[in-house]
């Protein structure tokens, strides 16, 4: 299985919600990241959790709050979101070994902020 | 000026064509330089990488690392309409925490039309 899964695959929410997106995978990797991608621009890095720690956070708004409840799972929590963070969230993953570690991404989540 | 730097295109080519898609960058503390292609509503994927400087092919795709001009292409043999798509470089330091974060070009939309 060669494969990060993400749910939902559409997410439309108004700015007081509160909702979660999802990622999985079952390769066994122990770095999973979050990113956000808008229109015609490359994907920005959010979070990276190694080892189920968060390692990497790229100031990012209180917003966003990530958690990783184990090596397999990684969810996004969303509240009091702002229009302009309508984008694509996408969840990648990668092994932790060696210096070099493919990130392979999931579809992503289309999330529109109304 | 940006650390990485793409022409974001549009790219249009007949099928059968050979692509050349490129990119600069500033910082020589590079290492590891990635191609990834990425379909329209889907998660980027990655095509290839190499280390440091030269050459690596697979299939119709080569690519070329040239450190002495911080200088990276893509090379896309007899291109097909399914190679339509946008293709994003990534670059990244050597070592495995710094790694994780890969410096991006904006991407180059290629349409190869039949």
């Known amino acids: 299985d060669t494969e990060v899964t993400q749910t939902p695959k559409h997410l439309v929410m108004g700015m007081t919600n509160k909702k979660s997106l999802k990622c999985e995978q079952h390769m066994g990797h122990r770095a999973m990241y979050w990113y956000k991608q808008k229109a015609k621009k490359p994907p920005e890095l959010m979070f990276v959790y190694s080892y189920e720690k968060l390692s990497i956070n790229e100031s990012v708004p209180s917003r966003f709050s990530p958690e990783c409840p184990n090596s397999s799972l990684l969810n996004l929590h969303l509240h009091a979101l702002q229009p302009e963070d309508s984008a694509l969230y996408l969840c990648a993953s990668s092994q932790e070994r060696g210096s070099y570690n493919e990130q392979f991404f999931g579809p992503g989540t289309r999330l529109t902020v109304l | ?114």
Do not use: H
């Open chain 2, 1 to 114: 000026q940006k650390e990485v730097e793409q022409d974001p295109g549009p790219l249009s080519v007949p099928e059968g064509a050979i692509v050349s898609l490129n990119c600069t960058y500033s910082n020589s503390a590079f290492q590891y330089f990635m191609w990834y292609r990425q379909y329209s509503r889907k998660g980027p994927e990655l095509l290839m990488y190499t280390y440091s400087s030269g050459n690596k092919e697979d299939g119709r795709f080569t690519a070329q690392v040239d450190k002495s001009s911080k200088y990276i292409s893509l090379f896309i043999r007899d291109s097909q309409p399914s190679d339509s798509a946008t293709y994003l470089c990534a670059m990244s330091l050597y070592n495995a925490g710094n790694n994780r974060k890969l410096i991006w070009g904006l991407g180059t939309s290629l349409a190869v039309n039949p």
